[in-house]
């Protein structure tokens, strides 16, 4: 994925960072690529698969009554939730904060999703809640549009996505 500048955060984002000012500020230096050995990719599939299986997708509206609310999910969340929870998960086995960064994008219907992108010594991947697969995230039907800065949590920065086949939206 190509950074093209700082952005704005998403306000769900935003109102996180007042209940978690610890989540939300310098992550390195320097960002880190983690080196992808095949027990660091196992991790990343079983992570990825325990956290799908494990939290019911329920959108904010019917499980706060808010539109947009960014937490910690226990037993039920939406897609960000399950990307700060793999984030968490990940950051609590030794993988670099740096690395690990919440993106934001338009799915296939034009609407807003959130998913891990895990940035790699073989290139950026994406851990999603509707894709059950650890894909590269070219090969995702996602159009992407902003994500964490590497450097600090509670910065964003634009992702200039312009590949062909990336799709906005489907007309049914």
């Given at each position: 994925?190509?950074?093209?500048?700082?952005?704005?955060?998403?306000?769900?984002?935003?109102?996180?960072?007042?209940?978690?000012?610890?989540?939300?500020?310098?992550?390195?230096?320097?960002?880190?690529?983690?080196?992808?050995?095949?027990?660091?990719?196992?991790?990343?599939?079983?992570?990825?698969?325990?956290?799908?299986?494990?939290?019911?997708?329920?959108?904010?509206?019917?499980?706060?009554?808010?539109?947009?609310?960014?937490?910690?999910?226990?037993?039920?969340?939406?897609?960000?939730?399950?990307?700060?929870?793999?984030?968490?998960?990940?950051?609590?086995?030794?993988?670099?904060?740096s690395?690990?960064?919440?993106?934001v994008?338009?799915?296939?219907?034009?609407?807003?999703?959130?998913?891990?992108?895990v940035?790699?010594?073989?290139?950026?991947?994406?851990?999603?809640?509707?894709?059950?697969?650890?894909?590269?995230?070219?090969?995702?039907?996602?159009?992407?549009?902003?994500?964490?800065?590497?450097?600090?949590?509670?910065?964003?920065?634009a992702?200039?996505?312009?590949?062909?086949?990336?799709?906005?939206?489907?007309?049914?």
């Open positions: 994925m190509r950074a093209s500048g700082a952005t704005t955060a998403p306000v769900g984002h935003v109102e996180f960072c007042k209940h978690w000012r610890g989540e939300c500020g310098p992550t390195a230096n320097r960002p880190q690529l983690m080196p992808l050995s095949r027990a660091r990719w196992d991790e990343l599939l079983q992570v990825n698969a325990d956290v799908n299986r494990r939290i019911k997708p329920v959108s904010d509206e019917e499980l706060y009554h808010q539109a947009e609310v960014w937490t910690y999910p226990t037993d039920a969340g939406d897609c960000e939730d399950y990307a700060l929870l793999k984030r968490r998960i990940l950051i609590s086995r030794g993988w670099s904060p690395s690990l960064l919440i993106t994008a338009r799915d296939i219907d034009g609407g807003g999703h959130a998913v891990l992108t940035r790699t010594d073989r290139g950026d991947l994406v851990l999603d809640n509707q894709i059950e697969a650890v894909l590269p995230w070219y090969r995702t039907p996602y159009r992407y549009i902003k994500r964490q800065s590497a450097t600090n949590a509670g910065r964003w920065t992702i200039n996505d312009d590949r062909v086949g990336a799709v906005a939206s489907i007309p049914r």
